[in-house]
């Protein structure tokens, strides 16, 4: 079966540079949500998206910004990037916005600021 | 956290032991879902029980929900060194969709 995709799985970059994660959710799910996991923490829900529109907000950083697309894809644009923001980020998707649903988690994306 | 916390932090048992983790959580929940995480890697949902259930089984998996106490159990039955891995228990609130994790339990299991 499909799973959520998230890509680059690794990405490098300098202090006050930009990043860009994207993530592709399982066909047919119109929900995305982003996760942050700092080392050796438990996952911190950023934001997440309905029907392209921003559903619910949790601690996201003013330096990060978030959208859906017309094709349910997601993207996390984050910029001035700190030493701080190095921490594996994911993307869940579900089928739609509701608290009972459970959701699918991708990969990961790996970022390190150095 | 903005959950609470997850008892044992660690545990490390032998092979066709069971191995059992506890949460707490501090608010209203409409569900619990409890994940897996291989080191580093990808949340994988294991069971989920909604707030007006008290007790759940998936194959060697059993969970428990006590709304009065605002815990849950996750009891893994006949463990394998393929159990190996962080628990994470994760809650969404009424009228919420995020989930809110608590700091997990990781768990080693030794052949």
């Known amino acids: 079966a499909a799973g959520v995709i998230q890509s680059p799985r690794h990405l490098i970059k300098e202090k006050r540079e930009t990043a860009t994660l994207k993530c592709y959710p399982i066909?047919?799910?119109?929900?995305v949500y982003w996760y942050q996991q700092g080392p050796g923490q438990d996952p911190q829900f950023l934001i997440s998206?309905?029907?392209?529109?921003?559903?619910d907000k949790g601690s996201i950083p003013d330096r990060f910004s978030a959208q859906q697309f017309s094709d349910y894809h997601s993207e996390l644009n984050m910029s001035s990037l700190e030493l701080g923001d190095s921490a594996l980020y994911f993307c869940?998707?579900?089928?739609?916005?509701?608290?009972?649903?459970?959701?699918?988690f991708g990969p990961g994306t790996r970022l390190t600021v150095l | 956290s903005q959950q609470g916390e997850e008892d044992p932090q660690a545990l490390s048992i032998q092979e066709g032991e069971n191995a059992t983790m506890n949460c707490s959580y501090k608010?209203?929940?409409?569900?619990l879902q409890w994940y897996r995480q291989n080191s580093g890697r990808g949340l994988v949902h294991l069971i989920l029980i909604r707030s007006n259930e008290r007790e759940k089984h998936s194959g060697r998996l059993r969970v428990t929900l006590d709304t009065s106490k605002k815990s849950s159990s996750l009891l893994i039955t006949a463990s394998r060194a393929a159990d190996t891995a962080s628990y994470f228990c994760?809650?969404?609130?009424?009228?919420?969709?995020?989930?809110?994790f608590g700091k997990g339990t990781t768990l080693s299991v030794s052949s």
């Open positions: 869940a998707s579900s089928p739609r916005v509701a608290s009972y649903n459970e959701q699918f």
């Open positions: 066909p047919r799910h119109d929900t």
């Open positions: 608010t209203s929940i409409n569900n």
């Open positions: 994760a809650t969404t609130s009424p009228g919420g969709t995020a989930l809110i």
């Open positions: 998206f309905y029907e392209k529109m921003q559903s």
